[in-house]
C-alpha cells in the first residue's frame, strides 16, 4: 500500500469518529471557501509572500523582509486544537 493509499484510508477512518453536525460544518464552511475563489488566489508552493510585519514571540515586531535578508525562510501556521 502506497503512503497516500495509507494517508486516505486514516483520513476516511478519522471522518467516521465526527459527529455528523460538525462533518456538516466542515463540509459547508470547505464549499463556501472553495466558491470564494480565495483557493486560487492564495500563495502556491514556491511563491513569494507580499512583506508582513508580526510580533514574535516575545511582543517584538519583526518584518518579514528584515528575516528573508538573513536567508530561505519557512512559515508555519497553527490553527490550534479544534
Same mark, same amino acid.
Do not use: T
Given at each position: 500500500?502506497?503512503?497516500?493509499?495509507?494517508?486516505?484510508?486514516?483520513?476516511?477512518?478519522?471522518?467516521?469518529?465526527?459527529?455528523?453536525?460538525? %462533518?456538516? !460544518?466542515?463540509? %459547508?464552511?470547505?464549499?463556501? !471557501?472553495?466558491?470564494?475563489?480565495? !483557493?486560487?488566489?492564495?500563495?502556491?508552493?514556491?511563491?513569494?509572500?507580499?512583506?508582513?510585519?508580526?510580533?514574535?514571540?516575545?511582543?517584538?515586531?519583526?518584518?518579514?523582509?528584515?528575516?528573508?535578508?538573513?536567508?530561505?525562510?519557512? !512559515?508555519?501556521?497553527?490553527?490550534?486544537?479544534?
Amino acid at each position: 500500500m502506497s503512503l497516500n493509499d495509507e494517508l486516505e484510508r486514516m483520513r476516511e477512518a478519522s471522518w467516521g469518529r465526527w459527529p455528523a453536525e460538525k %462533518r456538516a !460544518i466542515l463540509y %459547508r464552511v470547505r464549499d463556501e !471557501i472553495s466558491a470564494s475563489g480565495l !483557493i486560487e488566489r492564495a500563495l502556491k508552493q514556491g511563491d513569494r509572500a507580499p512583506d508582513f510585519e508580526l510580533p514574535d514571540v516575545s511582543g517584538q515586531c519583526v518584518r518579514l523582509r528584515e528575516v528573508r535578508a538573513h536567508g530561505p525562510v519557512v !512559515i508555519s501556521f497553527y490553527r490550534g486544537h479544534w
